[in-house]
């Protein structure tokens, strides 16, 4: 019995020291922020900052389309409970930054459109799709936060 419970403890240490691969919900990926409009303005780059400033909000994803801004963020565990709260204090904010853009202004804590946000900046950076096919899958992953919703 004794050496069972050590062969049992032993194999627990050993997977606990095992790295994770990157899928652990929360890490944090902190991806750029990405402007598919063609414009060198800094609006995409200015709501992550603000996003990243609230304290319950650990990890944000923000793409800009043409017409549409879209800003994915994770919530702090213990922060769950205030989820509506704290998306449209999010939003409020964002809309101010924003006024003077003629966008639809999309914001998500949903974890599916966020990891969606992430490969998009993934493919645009390893050259899988150009601007106007980002836009247009952008457009796609709005729509599925608003089916979602």
Not at 73 to 99: C, G, N, P
């Amino acid at each position: 019995m004794k050496k069972a419970a050590g062969v049992f403890l032993a194999c627990l240490l050993a997977g606990c020291g095992q790295e994770h691969d990157g899928t652990v919900m929360i890490e944090t990926a902190n991806p750029n922020a990405v402007q598919l409009d063609g414009h060198h303005d800094s609006l995409a780059d200015n709501v992550k900052k603000e996003a990243d400033s609230f304290e319950e909000i650990y990890d944000t994803a923000v793409v800009k389309g043409k017409d549409q801004l879209l800003v994915a963020y994770k919530v702090r565990h213990l922060d769950r409970f205030q989820m509506t709260s704290i998306e449209k204090k999010l939003k409020k904010h964002i809309e101010k930054m924003a006024k003077e853009e003629k966008v639809e202004i999309v914001v998500s804590s949903d974890y599916k459109i966020f990891l969606e946000a992430v490969r998009l900046k993934e493919d645009m950076e390893a050259g899988h799709m150009n601007e106007k096919e980002a836009d247009k899958r952008l457009s796609e992953i709005i729509k599925l936060k608003k089916e979602m919703a």
